[in-house]
C-alpha cells in the first residue's frame, strides 16, 4: 500500500529559483493538503483541494503556488524560492467525511540558499 | 474557528513511567478527534481517533485517549512509556462543515533511561 507518495524527499535549491513538490495518493481521496513544518510552529496549511478542479488558501499561502492535476495528483509550485521557504512540507489526502483522519506522506525537506 | 492547544512543548518522562501529553480543544456542537505520532524524520501517523460512542479510545500500541466534551479535553494517556515511544506527538479536531483538520503545535516525548 503506497498511500501518499511525494517527490523528492531532499532537496537544495538557490534563492530565486523555482521547484515543483509533487505528491500522489491511490486511496481514491477527494481532499488533498499541503503543510508546512517548522521548528516550534507546527503544522501550518499552505493550501488545500477539497476536490478534484479546487484549490483554496490555507494559512502561508503566500510564495506558492498549487495545481490539482487530477483526483490523484496535487502540486506544489515555489516560482522563486527564498530562505524562509526553507522548512519541511508534508503533502495529505483524506476520504470524503468530516470524521476521516488525514493519511500523510514522508515529507519533502527542502533547503534554500 | 476551531483551534487546539497542546499545553506542553516537551514531555521529559522515564522509561516505564506513566505519562500524559494533554490536548484541549475549542467548544462546538460536533467534533472529531485524532491523536497523530510523528517519529524522527518520518510523516504523521494516525495512533487513535474519537468520533463518536465511549469516550475512552485505545491504540494498539498501548496509548489511551479520554474524551470529556465538559472539558473540551482529549489527553493521550501510557501507563508505561518505552524507548520507542520517542516521538512528537500532535493532537488535531474536525468540524462538521469544515475541510480541514485543525492541528495543534506538537508536544515532543522524550524518553529517559
Known amino acids: 500500500n503506497a498511500g501518499v507518495t511525494q517527490t523528492p524527499k531532499f532537496q537544495v535549491l538557490k534563492t530565486g529559483q523555482s521547484m515543483t513538490l509533487q505528491c500522489a495518493q491511490d486511496?481514491?481521496?477527494?481532499?488533498m493538503y499541503w503543510y508546512r513544518q517548522d521548528p516550534g510552529m507546527g503544522l501550518r496549511l499552505i493550501y488545500y483541494?477539497?476536490?478534484?478542479?479546487?484549490?483554496d488558501k490555507g494559512e502561508v499561502p503566500n510564495g506558492y503556488n498549487v495545481s490539482r492535476l487530477n483526483k490523484r495528483e496535487f502540486s506544489l509550485r515555489l516560482e522563486s524560492a527564498a530562505p524562509s521557504q526553507t522548512s519541511v512540507y508534508f503533502c495529505?489526502?483524506?476520504?470524503?467525511?468530516?470524521?476521516?483522519?488525514?493519511?500523510f506522506g514522508d515529507g519533502t525537506r527542502l533547503s534554500i540558499l | 474557528a476551531q483551534s487546539v492547544t497542546q499545553l506542553d512543548s516537551q514531555v521529559p518522562v522515564f522509561e516505564e513511567a506513566p505519562v500524559e501529553l494533554r490536548c484541549n480543544y475549542s467548544?462546538?456542537?460536533?467534533?472529531?478527534l485524532f491523536w497523530y505520532v510523528q517519529y524522527p524524520n518520518q510523516g504523521l501517523q494516525l495512533l487513535l481517533k474519537y468520533l463518536s460512542g465511549s469516550t475512552l479510545v485505545e491504540s494498539i500500541n498501548g496509548f489511551e485517549a479520554e474524551f470529556n466534551k465538559s472539558q473540551t479535553s482529549f489527553h493521550l494517556r501510557k501507563p508505561s512509556v518505552h524507548i520507542s515511544d520517542t516521538a512528537e506527538y500532535f493532537c488535531a479536531v474536525s468540524d462538521q462543515g469544515d475541510d480541514k483538520i485543525i492541528f495543534g503545535k506538537g508536544t515532543r516525548l522524550h524518553i529517559l533511561p
Open positions: 495529505a489526502s483524506r476520504g470524503t467525511g468530516y470524521n476521516q483522519p488525514q493519511h
Open positions: 486511496m481514491n481521496h477527494n481532499s
Open positions: 467548544s462546538s456542537v460536533s467534533v472529531y
Open positions: 483541494s477539497a476536490s478534484e478542479g479546487t484549490t
